[in-house]
């Protein structure tokens, strides 16, 4: 496997489905929701997976994909190579803001995250890594994290995970945010794994994410130090849905074993 010519090309096809998205805000968008009213999708998600799909399968036709669409493979083991996509992460920004969302793409080898892509499509921001080759920010090359103490960390939290939630005891989550520098959320896993890496904020953590959403931005997490697991301290799972933290290393630690009481 030439890891180098298909880096190459991911990062190609990334970069023209990002100029068809921002293309797209001059046509008319479709939007329909999915497991409920505020889980929304468009035409545009659609188009862009089968855009990557019908590319991939004529360029690398042993290579299977698994899309949040659907368009691609049933994935049941992760055998061979795999192409993790998410076209749209952030549907709700794109559909709101225009802004803020991202094209998020992991290419995996027997379970072993080989090269990683972020694209924050609107900044025309570009993160992406390959194991054991480091990360980048653009053409930057992004450094190994360095701790930060929960005192002076800012941290990518929904802010509904305070109020009372069947999932997980506020109530350490509420003393968390006291405790911290300050939240955020930005409301793209992607993004907000991208600026984990860059050192933009330092930790990340969700409910209940998919394979698409982390795929690629565990392979740069990885490359800069960042520790990035369940909320049980494991491997996330990369078949189906799962519990996410992604932090610098003792921030990880502090945050897992002090403030986080799933139900
Ligand atoms: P999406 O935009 O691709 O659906 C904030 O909502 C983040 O959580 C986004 O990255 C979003 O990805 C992701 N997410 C994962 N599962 C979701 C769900 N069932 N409903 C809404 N967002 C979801
Ligand atoms: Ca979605
Ligand atoms: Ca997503
Ligand atoms: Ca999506």
Redesign the pocket.
Known sequence: MNWGTIDKYAKSLIKEAGHKIRMSFFSSIDIDS???A????TNI?RQIEQFFIQRIQRDFPGHRILG?EGFGDEITALDGVVWML?????????IHQKRN?AI?LGIYADGIGMLGYIYDVMNDDFYHAALGEGAYYNDEKLPILENTPLENAIIGV?ASWVAPNRRIENEPIAKMVHTCRGTR????????LAYVSSGRIDAYM?L???P??IAGGMVIAQEVGAIATNMLGDKPELLG?DTFLVAKPGLHETILSNYIRLK
């Open positions: 999915k497991a409920d505020n889980d929304l999708v998600d949040e998410d076209p749209i992460d952030g549907t709700m920004n794109f969302f998020s929904n959320s930005y409301g793209s896993a992607a993004i907000e969700s209940r994410l998919s698409w959403d849905q």
